[in-house]
């Protein structure tokens, strides 16, 4: 069993920069890909951004130019860096990790992010 949690989230102004963190209770983050998500209330829950066990990186197109995924395998740690917020990007967001040989994935519990305008 693989435990993911997240910190990072707030509330923020637009304009304004957060920087989400989801750190894994185990080591095996190398062999996995990893991913945000994001739900809004009323909404569907959508990719935000992934990394694939290579580094390869893939972002969703209203988040683009804006937010930075990253991951740090000896740490056991993925990060999101939200620059240039906008109120609609207010949502839970969600760490998510597919161990790359089973395909088995596991989801964090979520942080919120609000965005003032």
């Known amino acids: 069993q693989v435990q993911l949690v997240e910190s990072g989230g707030g509330l923020v102004q637009a304009g304004g920069s957060l920087r989400l963190s989801c750190s894994a209770s185990?080591?095996?983050?190398?062999?996995?890909?990893m991913g945000w998500y994001r739900q809004a209330p009323g909404k569907q829950r959508e990719l935000v951004a992934r990394?694939?066990?290579?580094?390869?990186?893939t972002y969703a197109d209203s988040v683009k130019g804006r937010f930075t995924i990253s991951r740090d395998n000896a740490k056991n740690t993925m990060y999101l860096q939200m620059n240039s917020l906008k109120p609609e990007d207010t949502a839970v967001y969600y760490c998510?990790?597919?161990?790359?040989?089973?395909?088995?994935?596991?989801w964090g519990q979520g942080t919120q992010v609000t965005v003032s305008s």
């Open positions: 990394i694939s066990t290579g580094g390869t990186t």
């Open positions: 998510n990790l597919v161990i790359a040989f089973s395909g088995v994935q596991y």
């Open positions: 185990r080591s095996i983050f190398s062999g996995s890909a």
